[in-house]
């Protein structure tokens, strides 16, 4: 069964970098039938999406967060990573890790898998 | 970007009656799109349908999805104390997910 792990700090000062990192467990992460994933969730509020990337390395934004946000993938570690740069208190957040279904024009798209989350503070 | 409105905000419904949740675009959702997800307190969300009315591997057959267009809506029939959560649907278009503000349902 296809687990999803996070890990990370649990706190980042303020202008300062976040770096995630979610570890795949029980399946392959070099497939062409998945994208990999992160949304977040702020304190009380509703989820909100990251990004994606596809076991080559090419990934796509939230528009809202694109010039901040990278998501790299290391297929040999079975690992994807998160970094936000310039972070503020309006990024404390509970993170996921998740597998998105779809690939290919004409499937659904969904997320299937999603990790339990990690919590991120921001404050210095 | 597609915007999704979501109502109720909140339901609240006792064991054994229906809820109807609505999903609203500001644009056309292709099917393929669409997907409802359940997140209990202090949980990670599951997805329940995709694909507007596939459910989810696992998923009870008192949930139901249903919609097109720009009008989705997710069913539960026969509310089982379980069932108590907030309820988000999705969509892509663009290259872009967006997820709903969601709806909460409070079982009685």
């Known amino acids: 069964q296809l687990q999803l792990q996070e890990s990370g700090p649990g706190v980042v000062k303020p202008s300062e970098s976040l770096s995630l990192t979610c570890s795949v467990s029980g399946g392959p992460i070099r497939t062409s039938s998945y994208y990999w994933g992160w949304i977040r969730q702020a304190p009380g509020k509703g989820l909100e999406w990251i990004g994606n990337i596809y076991y080559d390395g090419s990934a796509y934004y939230n528009p809202s967060l694109k010039s901040r946000v990278t998501i790299s993938i290391d297929t040999s570690r079975s690992q994807f990573s998160l970094r936000l740069i310039s972070m503020t208190a309006a990024d404390a957040a509970i993170y996921y890790c998740a597998r998105r279904y779809g690939a290919y024009v004409g499937e659904e798209y969904y997320m299937d898998v999603w990790g339990k989350g990690i919590t991120i503070t921001v404050s210095s | 970007e597609i915007v999704l409105t979501q109502s109720p905000g909140t339901l609240s419904l006792s064991p054994g009656e229906r809820a109807t949740l609505s999903c609203r675009a500001s644009q056309y ?45 997710l069913t539960i029939n026969g509310l089982a104390p379980e069932d108590s959560a907030v309820y988000y649907c999705q969509q892509y278009a663009s290259s872009v997910f967006t997820f709903g503000p969601g709806t909460k349902v409070v079982i009685k």
């Open chain 2, 29 to 73: 959702v292709s099917n393929n799109y669409l997907a409802w997800y359940q997140q209990r307190p202090g949980q990670a969300p599951r997805v329940l349908i995709y694909g507007v009315s596939s459910r989810a591997t696992g998923i009870p057959d008192r949930f139901s999805g249903s919609g097109s267009g720009a009008d989705f809506t």
